[in-house]
């Protein structure tokens, strides 16, 4: 129990056991992009909260919330006209927190323990189909330095599924292209092996061949300063340019096609979720969806009143 003393507590204001909950946070190792987004939530909900109450945010006890207090910020929230979606990760911050106090004794019940999340209709990720890929793979000058760096993002994104946040925190020391393996840290700072490309093999080496520095860094501006995940996608703007493709593209739909081609190569959604990192398989299976010509395709071999009549 990491509050108060031998009997109870005798009182537990917001500010204290938001501090708390933060270094709960960090004893998971939760990032810091994650931490700062929990409090985010929890300090709106917690002035939303103390106005309800007519105190002031400081002389908030966490004991005096209760669920009429949710079901109200919930309905602002709606009149606000936030979507679903925003709703939904506010009250995954605010349960997370009421059961972090719940846990330490602070509270018998969470207040929001009976409150319903709002259904999300989640949308399919945008993914680049094979021929595109294949242009983006083409688009970027290999006779530079810099052009090769830009290789070397696209074949790691794409390649082996990094997110961005991974693919710029990679080190030279992470890759071991004997072995052809990656060494990845993900989300909560999780490490995973993933495997490289023999692409990516050879076009990791030609870029690190052409490099003078001493940076650990694998991936460099024109600096030689470790590459912001805000300039992968301005690269990404500059390379779907060239490939003329015609559509926005973004590092994380090169990881969406990662997982898309995997699986309609035949690959098990086991392996991919370990690639990917996936703590959760339903987080993997929205990417079993299939092309429509992969529909068509399999639809007129199997169903015999699809079949194509036979020439005479």
């Known amino acids: 129990m990491l509050f108060g003393e031998e009997g109870g507590v005798k009182e537990m204001l917001v500010d204290k056991a938001l501090d708390a909950f933060r270094a709960y946070l960090k004893s998971r190792n939760s990032s810091e992009l994650t931490i700062a987004a929990y409090q985010t939530d929890l300090i709106q ?11 002031e945010v400081q002389s908030l006890d966490v004991r005096e919330i209760d669920k009429y207090i949710v079901r109200s910020y919930i309905g602002l929230l709606t009149e606000k006209n936030l979507s679903r979606k925003s709703i939904a990760r506010k009250l995954a911050s605010m349960r997370s927190f009421f059961k972090f106090l719940c846990r330490e004794g602070v509270l018998i019940q969470s207040p929001i323990q ?3 999340t709002p259904k999300i209709s989640r949308n399919l990720p945008r993914f680049l189909f094979q021929e ?28 082996s599924g990094l997110r961005v946040s991974e693919l710029v925190g990679l080190n030279i020391s992470d890759i071991d292209l ?23 093999i050879e076009t990791i080496r030609k870029y690190l061949s052409q490099r003078e520095d001493s940076q650990e860094a694998l991936i460099l501006n024109y600096q030689n300063t470790r590459l912001t995940s805000r300039s992968v996608r301005r690269i990404l703007d500059k390379l779907e340019k060239n490939a003329q493709l015609n559509q926005h593209i973004h590092p994380h739909m090169l990881r969406h096609t990662f997982a898309t081609h995997l699986l309609d190569g035949g690959a098990d959604l086991r ?16 990417y079993t969806h299939l092309t429509r010509q992969k529909l068509r395709d399999v639809y007129r071999r199997s ?4 079949k194509l009549p036979e020439s005479p």
């Not at 909900?45 to 105190?55: K, N, R, Y």
């Open 45 to 55: 909900f917690s002035e939303f909260a103390a106005h309800e109450l007519g105190l």
């Open 114 to 116: 009976k409150i319903s």
């Open 132 to 159: 595109h890929m294949e242009k983006l793979l083409k688009a970027p000058d290999l006779n530079s330095k810099l052009g090769l760096r830009d290789q070397v993002i696209v074949e790691l994104l794409y390649g």
């Open 178 to 200: 004997e072995a052809g393996l990656l060494r990845v840290r993900g989300k909560g700072r999780k490490e995973r092996i993933v495997p490289l490309t023999n692409a990516a």
């Open 271 to 286: 392996s991919v979720q370990e690639l990917l990192g996936h703590k959760k398989l339903s987080s993997t299976q929205i």
């Open 303 to 306: 169903h015999p009143r699809a």
